[in-house]
């Protein structure tokens, strides 16, 4: 079997239908783009055919680009990959611009073959730019399915005539939020955008497909900009109007990128030198931006941490070989913010819930939440009041540890206090099933110790959501000591299951993701202690990425929680505790009452609405300003290398064991500069050699925290990376 079969019927309508064998969604591969090529070909040198259908024999279109090819060409191309790449986007170009031109006299623009496109469902990257290929694009008035351009999302852009098309049918401001934002559009709104042409009732598609190829003459499918006299709407960049656009556009990508992720860069300038030059050019420089990011470090870590390494740990890379554990029943013990936000995710996805609390109120409290969850989905039109009371038919609310009966999974979010965890442990194993897994969300409770108040060790998981649980993709599962495989694979089932991102750590203070989000929080809180411009602190963060500066960061998550955090740590370090200086800052604050956003008053300044009005005035007070600044790199290397260090610790120590799991965990958990696919990523991209000698440089000026570890140092004696060592090529070899 083939990804496209052809087909003619007797009216003379060739349909050329898109079903890649043993997939779900339709991804393009170089064999299935040569038999694009091949049908093309065929339908246009047939006289009995009058016209060309291309559609999907699944319930969607298709879902981009398979991005292995991409990597697969530059692993073939020896010294030049650089030139396989362009020459493969360009064979893309030729195969999609011969569908466009469709055989049409060159000069004359007529007698070519209409061609429509016939959307189901879902279609995005490829699919989409081979739709904008086509003469007309018709969707089905499916409410699941969308269509858009998001390969900026993956640190790329579209580089299959997308970016051309797009921007020369509706121009480079109306395209921007499908091109620099990466937004997909529901039928609806795509028709609008001019992204589509039509939207039909699902079951008249393909008729309706038949019936315009059947009547479109040839006016109707010669492109705008195949026609004499054509011009960008919204004006080119050397007209007036689109010189403000491409001002702003300019000054709106940086604002939004602060220059670290180049695909947006790219993208514009190739709208911008496209529009100037007859279109098959505009292809070509499409062509060469499209080939540079593609050689871009950023981008090909972005591609593998984003979305290779991603998918492989979804689909459950490092899942135990064990029988299927598929979630029937969950029992939520606490219907706090997390208990409540576990509750919804879990019923959104067709989970029976029990939802827990010590009382009836704050049960129901919890339940509601749900509640207003689904509320605000009904008021954007992505949730059915059918669909509503199906989610909160799912679950129970109740005090009654009783009702936990028949389920197979618990998940405990309580408090975070020893005593109280054990206790609803207790009580909950009283009535589960003997084979039921029971999992404790903590941040930062060892997870071996707080098995102990069980009967199953074995069967006891820590997992860690990320607030708010309903928006945070990742979920880190902690084994203990003691956790089986059953266990972790249940724990792994059910994440898929709520869709989200799992990694898998074994059990050390802080885990993963906190151990590196602490360290990066208490260096900003220090470097304020010392003097250094807060405004400096906090900027220099965002220009590497981050989407909160440290100072953001702790208001956010609340200063209290620090303190209480600090405190435990200095209590089970003692001595060894490395975070004083931090502290004299972090309770100041708290002694003041500036707790963070939830108070109104922390490092920032907040209106009477919670908005953020600026760094508080009283921080120059308190920790007056150094007349000498730091260099904006040496902030900057300070607040990057206190989270890939511990990064690296983590790794040496066996509390990660898949660096594709440090990498993706970093960027989803805590936003970890996503252009830089991660800090394993980013470590091999600037090179151990040059990280050891940042480390020694950070560690004379400010103490041993920096010291360099003995992994990072071995890699750089030796002129090796870690995926060079430990990725899933070389475990492979």
């Not at 003459?217 to 705008?224: L, Q, S």
């Not at 827990?356 to 049960?363: K, L, R």
């Not at 309580?414 to 194993?429: I, N, P, S």
Request: hydrophobic share 45%; glycine share 10%.
């Amino acid at each position: 079997m083939s990804d496209f079969t052809y087909s003619v019927d007797a009216d003379g309508v060739a349909t050329l239908t898109w079903d890649v064998p043993g997939k779900s969604m339709n991804v393009m591969t170089r064999e299935a783009f040569g038999l694009v090529d091949e049908m093309v070909d065929r339908a246009l040198s047939d006289d009995k055919v009058r016209g060309i259908i291309v559609t999907s024999g699944k319930k969607d279109f298709a879902g981009g680009m398979d991005l292995n090819v991409l990597a697969k060409i530059r692993e073939e191309s020896g010294d030049d990959p650089a030139q396989a790449l362009f020459d493969f986007t360009m064979s893309g170009h030729h195969i999609l611009r011969k569908l466009e031109r469709a055989g049409m006299d060159p000069k004359t623009l007529k007698g070519g073959k209409p061609v429509v496109c016939a959307i189901p469902g879902t279609c995005a990257g490829i699919g989409t730019e081979v739709a904008l290929a086509c003469h007309r694009r018709i969707m089905a008035d499916n409410p699941k399915a969308k269509i858009g351009l998001p390969e900026i999302l993956v640190g790329l852009f579209p580089g299959g005539g997308g970016t051309t098309r797009f921007s020369r049918m509706v121009g480079a401001m109306a395209a921007a939020p499908v091109l620099l934002e990466g937004k997909m559009l529901d039928p609806k709104k795509a028709k609008a955008s001019g992204l589509i042409d039509e939207v039909v009732a699902p079951e008249d598609l393909l008729a309706r497909a038949k019936e315009w190829v059947l009547a479109a003459t040839d006016a109707e499918i010669v492109k705008p900009w195949d026609q004499k006299g054509w011009k960008m709407p919204g004006g080119a960049p050397y007209h007036p109007a689109g010189f403000m656009t491409f001002v702003g556009a300019s000054a709106m990508v940086l604002g939004k990128t602060q220059g670290v992720y180049p695909a947006a860069k790219a993208l514009l300038s190739a709208v911008y030198e496209g529009a100037m030059v007859p279109f098959d050019t505009a292809l070509k420089i499409e062509a060469r931006w499209f080939t540079q990011i593609l050689m871009n470090p950023s981008s090909s870590a972005m591609i593998r941490s984003l979305f290779l390494n991603k998918e492989a740990l979804e689909k459950g890379a490092n899942r135990p070989a064990v029988a299927d554990q598929k979630v029937a029943k969950v029992g939520v013990l606490g219907a706090g913010m997390m208990g409540a936000g576990i509750a919804y995710v879990s019923a959104n996805a067709g989970i029976e819930v029990v939802l827990i609390d010590a009382s009836q109120e704050s049960a129901d409290r919890g339940k509601a939440y749900s509640d207003g969850l689904l509320d605000k989905g009904m008021k954007r039109g992505k949730v059915t009041a059918e669909k509503k009371a199906e989610v909160l038919g799912r679950i129970t609310a109740t005090t009654d540890y009783a009702a936990l009966a028949g389920c197979d999974l618990i998940v405990e979010a309580v408090f975070e206090d020893m005593g109280v965890k054990a206790e609803v442990t207790a009580k909950a194993e009283a009535v589960i099933p003997e084979g039921a897994v029971f999992a404790t969300n903590t941040s930062t409770l060892p997870i071996t110790d707080l098995a102990k108040a069980s009967k199953r060790p074995e069967q006891f998981i820590g997992i860690h959501f990320f607030s708010p649980v309903d928006k945070m993709m990742l979920v880190e599962i902690i084994k203990g000591k003691e956790t089986g495989d059953v266990a972790v694979a249940k724990a792994l089932d059910f994440v898929r299951q709520i869709r989200k991102t799992p990694i898998v750590v074994n059990d050390a203070r802080f885990f993963y993701a906190n151990r590196c989000i602490i360290p990066y929080i208490n260096e900003g809180i220090r470097m304020v202690a010392e003097g250094v411009e807060p405004a400096l602190v906090e900027n220099a963060a965002k220009l590497l990425g981050f989407p909160l500066g440290p100072l953001q960061l702790v208001d956010e998550t609340s200063i209290d929680l620090g303190v209480k955090i600090a405190k435990a740590t200095k209590a089970a370090m003692g001595a060894a505790y490395p975070d004083s200086a931090v502290d004299e800052v972090l309770f100041a604050m708290a002694d003041k009452g500036r707790l963070g956003r939830k108070a109104g008053a922390g490092f920032y300044a907040y209106d009477d609405k919670g908005g953020r009005t600026g760094l508080w005035e009283g921080l120059a007070e308190s920790w007056p300003v150094s007349g000498d600044q730091p260099d904006l790199s040496a902030v900057q290397h300070r607040l990057m290398m206190a989270q890939v260090l511990e990064a690296v610790r983590a790794l040496e120590e066996g509390v990660l064991e898949d660096i594709r799991e440090g990498d993706v965990g970093a960027i989803l958990g805590w936003g970890f500069a996503p252009w830089s696919g991660g800090p394993f990523s980013w470590l091999d991209m600037i090179g151990a050699e040059r990280a050891v000698a940042i480390c020694e440089g950070l560690e004379a000026a400010h103490g041993a925290r920096f010291a360099a570890p003995k992994l990072l140092r071995e890699l750089a004696a030796k002129g090796e990376g870690f995926y060079g060592r430990f990725g899933s090529e070389a475990k492979a070899a």
